[in-house]
């Protein structure tokens, strides 16, 4: 009878700055959405609030995006929450500079 082998692999903790990258792109984008409902609600005035809101969220998207990067460097760590946070941030990113950029 041949003889088995069990393999048994240690559970990673998901690397921390890889966590707050996902949750910064998570409060970019509910930051999008205030701002979307806030535009519709004061009827277009009060345009510097939503003008802050949305240069806040950016910023946010672009510091989420930095912490997914510098997380992978982290050693003993699973980096799921990096990847999904570096993408997410990475496409809030340009969809902020977008809209910047065309003015809107």
Known sequence: MAKRYRYAF??????????????????SLIL??????????????????????CLFAMLLSVYGFIMGLLSFSEENCAHRTSI????????VMVGWLGFFLMGV
């Open 10 to 27: 240690a559970k990673k903790k998901e690397a921390a700055k890889g966590k707050l990258s996902a949750g910064l792109a998570a409060a």
């Open 32 to 53: 999008f959405v205030t701002a979307v409902f806030l535009s519709f609600w004061l009827k277009g005035e009060y345009g510097f609030v939503v003008g802050g809101i």
């Open 84 to 91: 999904i946070g570096s993408i997410v941030n990475g496409i």
